[in-house]
């Protein structure tokens, strides 16, 4: 489940990094003709690089 957001003038999107990585652990996510890969790790922790 993913925790309320207090209301802010602009909302900003959530996403669920579950979502992103369709179940599994790893998502590339393209920004300006680079690639980054998004991961998960087994401690539920988040890494992007490059």
């Known amino acids: ?24 652990n790893l998502a590339h996510i393209h920004l300006q003709g680079q690639i980054y890969t998004l991961r998960i790790t087994r401690q539920g922790k988040l890494i992007l690089t490059k």
Do not use: C, N, Y
């Open 1 to 24: 489940m993913i925790p309320a957001v207090p209301a802010s003038p602009v909302a900003m999107p959530v996403h669920a990094a579950e979502s992103l990585t369709a179940g599994g």
